[in-house]
């Protein structure tokens, strides 16, 4: 059974920086695609970075490009995201999910996490 | 680059049918057949309920239909039943660099 567990959100200053981790279990995590997707309160879904299987490539949103940083540990099964000067805007639920493609990338999320919330406030 | 456009809400009763729209350009519903539906009930995660327009995955009720025509995507839910009751969101991959793109959201009361 597949599970995605998020962890390190919390409150922090703008400018401040903040770490979160998706543990993963129940599929062989080293050989999907995996995604940050964020929510900010009350509003819709925003993907945020994805990372190829092997770690080999990446890929973000504008809105976070150059102050964030996905990043995994397949041989902890663990999943990253690195977030930098961090301002107002990045509040929200974040949630870490897979791509739905074995060994490459769809853009489909077929399993997701339960998230965590990150608020950005003096 | 815009998010798709979705209807804020729609509503039906019990055992009706209902359709969310979800409209985009060629460069993205229009250009590709790979299009997503989510539900999402509150607190909690999202659920991939459709791809590829119209595909299911495993577990997911056949009366959760996916269509396109154009630049508009449709998510049907035939059979209303009270579990139904959601936030619906579609998805598309886009030629855009950001590679998939949502729309805002529609909410499904059912009466």
């Known amino acids: 059974q597949v599970h995605l567990v998020e962890s390190g959100g919390g409150v922090v200053q703008p400018g401040r920086s903040l770490r979160l981790s998706c543990a993963a279990s129940g599929f062989t995590f080293s050989s999907y695609g995996m995604h940050w997707v964020r929510q900010a309160p009350g509003k819709g879904l925003e993907w945020v970075a994805v990372?190829?299987?092997?770690?080999?490539?990446?890929d973000y949103a504008d809105s976070v490009k150059g102050r964030f940083t996905i990043s995994r540990d397949n041989s902890k099964n663990t999943l990253y995201l690195q977030m930098n000067s961090l301002r107002a805007e990045d509040t929200a639920v974040y949630y870490c999910a897979r791509d739905s493609q074995l060994g490459m990338l769809v853009y489909y999320f077929d399993y997701w996490g339960q998230g965590t919330l990150v608020t950005v406030s003096s | 680059q815009s998010a798709l456009t979705q209807p804020a809400s729609v509503s039906g009763s019990p055992g009706q049918s209902i359709t969310i729209s979800c409209t985009g350009t060629?460069?993205?519903?229009?250009?590709?057949?790979?299009v997503s539906w989510y539900q999402q009930h509150p607190g909690k995660a999202p659920k991939l309920m459709i791809y590829d327009v119209s595909d299911r995955p495993s577990g997911i009720s056949d009366r959760f239909s996916g269509s396109k025509s154009g630049n508009t995507a449709s998510l049907t839910i035939s059979g209303l039943q009270a579990e139904d009751e959601a936030d619906y969101y579609c998805?598309?991959?886009?030629?855009?660099?950001?590679?998939?793109?949502f729309g805002g959201g529609t909410k499904l009361t059912v009466l």
């Open positions: 998805s598309s991959y886009t030629s855009y660099k950001t590679h998939v793109i």
């Open positions: 990372i190829w299987f092997d770690g080999s490539n990446e």
């Open positions: 060629s460069s993205d519903v229009g250009g590709y057949n790979y």
